[in-house]
């Protein structure tokens, strides 16, 4: 009895802690694009509908490294779509750690900044 206890208890343990690591695993790995897009006025739901009807969302995204992830980034800031979407504001995460843009939110300079996306894109703020 007292062998069959802790053979349970081992099993426990051992589901446990299997339970308590995989998730650090799987959200710290790989690199990460968050999105937040601000529509052009009265163009919200187009302009969300790459975000499944939300403001925000996140991408994993193809890297080796920090500075793939960091291109991506740089990358997710292309807008084609000048009419309907004003401005986006690009983070990224590489491992779990984030990643430095260069911008802030409004898309000011900011060598701390952790937005990829500069105000003054000719593919940006374009709304009529």
Not at 8 to 35: K, M, N, R
Request: charged share 25%; glycine share 10%.
């Amino acid at each position: 009895m007292i062998l069959r206890t802790i053979a349970c208890t081992g099993a426990l343990a051992l589901v446990i802690g299997f339970g308590a690591t995989a998730p650090v695993f799987a959200d710290d790995s790989g690199c990460v694009v968050h999105y937040k897009r601000i529509a052009c006025q009265g163009q919200q739901a187009e302009s969300f509908k790459k975000c499944d009807g939300e403001a925000e969302c996140d991408r994993s995204k193809a890297a080796t490294s920090a500075g793939e992830c960091s291109a991506a980034a740089l990358k997710a800031c292309d807008n084609s779509r000048l009419d309907i979407t004003k401005y986006k504001v690009i983070t990224a995460r590489y491992n779990g750690e984030p990643l430095t843009g260069g911008f802030d939110a409004g898309g000011n300079p900011d060598p701390n900044g952790a937005n990829f996306c500069d105000k003054d894109r000719p593919d940006l703020n374009q709304c009529d």
